[in-house]
């Protein structure tokens, strides 16, 4: 069973920093391209950031470039992302997603649960 846990999520205050992780299972994790994805409270889903199955490429939304930084260990099956200079905007559930394929199309077939961000002071 292909399974994303996330974790990392908590309170910080603004301008602070997290780093979020999503352990991956039941799938060879390094074949595949992954993605992070929020939904701030009351909103719709935002993309945040992608990368490709080896961690080459990344892509990031434009309000994020500079900010977060997306990473894997595929070791470890692990994507991680690093948040600095947090804003309250970036209060949200993330999620982690598994692309179909090795290289990032915008399509994502298996999501985590969630963890939650709440920047506030």
């Known amino acids: 069973e292909v399974q994303l846990v996330e974790s990392g999520g908590g309170l910080v205050q603004p301008g602070g920093s997290l780093r979020l992780s999503c352990a991956a299972s039941?799938?060879?994790?390094?074949?595949?391209?992954m993605s992070w994805v929020r939904q701030p409270p009351g909103k719709g889903l935002e993309w945040v950031s992608a990368?490709?199955?080896?961690?080459?490429?990344?892509y990031y939304a434009e309000s994020m470039k500079g900010r977060f930084t997306i990473s894997r260990d595929n070791a470890k099956n692990t994507l991680y992302l690093q948040m600095n200079s947090l804003k309250s905007e970036d209060t949200a559930v993330y999620y982690c997603?598994?692309?179909?394929?090795?290289?990032?199309?915008?399509?994502?077939?298996?999501w985590g649960q969630g963890t939650l961000v709440t920047v506030s002071s």
């Open positions: 997603a598994k692309a179909l394929g090795g290289y990032y199309s915008g399509y994502l077939e298996v």
């Open positions: 039941g799938f060879i994790f390094g074949d595949y391209s």
């Open positions: 990368l490709i199955w080896s961690g080459d490429v990344t």
